[in-house]
């Protein structure tokens, strides 16, 4: 059974200053089938107190999603710190329960400008996950120099064992999520673990506009995708990550919530 998720970062985050405690609050108000933990670059040096306090918590976080500047340090060759905060990562990973990291293996400004560099750290990555009991999995992110499509084609030329995540946000960005489903393009789903379902409005790659909005907020077309993801015979979960603050900063559960049930209906109705 398709389960859907919330993620943290769509109600932790700069409004109420990532305050991880802030979880226990609010995560028993959404209406989903466990998190997705969204772990952030002050939480370096906190793992054990992070750890600690969710596992106390009784709610289920199944995937983890790894801090987003390890892309970076990967594409300026700084491969040890990487790695070291990559395995700060998993072991929080680990110790909450979550089966499967998502990565966001390039990213920020620097981006794809030295891909082959954050390509050539993928297998130990994916070695270090093996060994916390996690499946790692890279993001269709958005990219400077290619699209997020061609990316992940040229990681499972490289790899072909190795996982993604696939963001519909993210596709969007470059028109991709109806030729993510051509048959030039179907082969990559044998490799997708987990989805992320998020809207997006604004026009082909418009970097003004990379908000994650809730679902029917903008113009990706989901009956469109999960009349693909049938196709495919996707059998993974979801993850809805969609900015939920209100314009003061508060968290909107109730608008993460609905996002939650539509995708619910989705299921129901294509899967």
């Not at 109806?178 to 418009?206: C, P, T």
């Not at 049938?230 to 059998?235: A, E």
């Not at 939650?260 to 209906?265: A, D, L, Q, S, Y």
Request: glycine content about 8%; proline content about 3%.
């Amino acid at each position: 059974m398709h389960r859907v998720f919330a993620s943290t970062g769509a109600f932790i985050g700069r409004p109420n200053g990532r305050d991880f405690r802030l979880i226990g609050e609010l995560a028993p108000k959404v209406r989903c089938d466990g998190f997705e933990l969204m772990f952030y670059e002050d939480w370096y040096g906190l793992e054990k107190e992070i750890s600690d306090f969710l596992t106390t918590l009784g709610i289920g976080f199944p995937t983890f999603h790894c801090e987003k500047k390890i892309g970076e340090l990967l594409a300026q060759e700084k491969f040890d710190e990487a790695l070291e905060k990559f395995e700060a990562n998993c072991l929080v990973a680990q110790s909450i329960g979550s089966k499967i990291l998502i990565l966001h293996l390039w990213n920020g400004i620097i981006s794809d400008t030295n891909i082959e560099a954050n390509f050539s750290a993928y297998p130990k990555l994916a070695h270090v996950a093996e060994r916390y009991g996690l499946v790692l999995t890279a993001e269709n992110v958005i990219a400077h120099s290619s699209s997020p499509l061609a990316l992940c084609k040229r990681l499972l030329e490289a790899y072909p064992d190795a996982c993604l995540t696939y963001d519909t946000k993210m596709a969007q960005f470059d028109l991709e999520n109806e030729k993510a489903f051509s048959e030039e393009n179907l082969h990559i789903w044998q490799n997708v673990r987990h989805m992320h379902l998020n809207d997006r409005a604004g026009g082909y790659r418009d970097w003004s506009s990379i908000r994650a909005l809730n679902i029917g907020e903008g113009e990706v077309d989901f009956n469109g995708v999960f009349s693909g993801l049938k196709k495919v015979g996707y059998l993974g979960d979801f993850t809805v990550e969609a900015n939920s603050f209100t314009t003061d900063g508060v968290p909107d559960l109730e608008a993460l919530s609905r996002s939650v049930e539509k995708v619910k209906m989705l299921i129901e109705k294509h899967l």
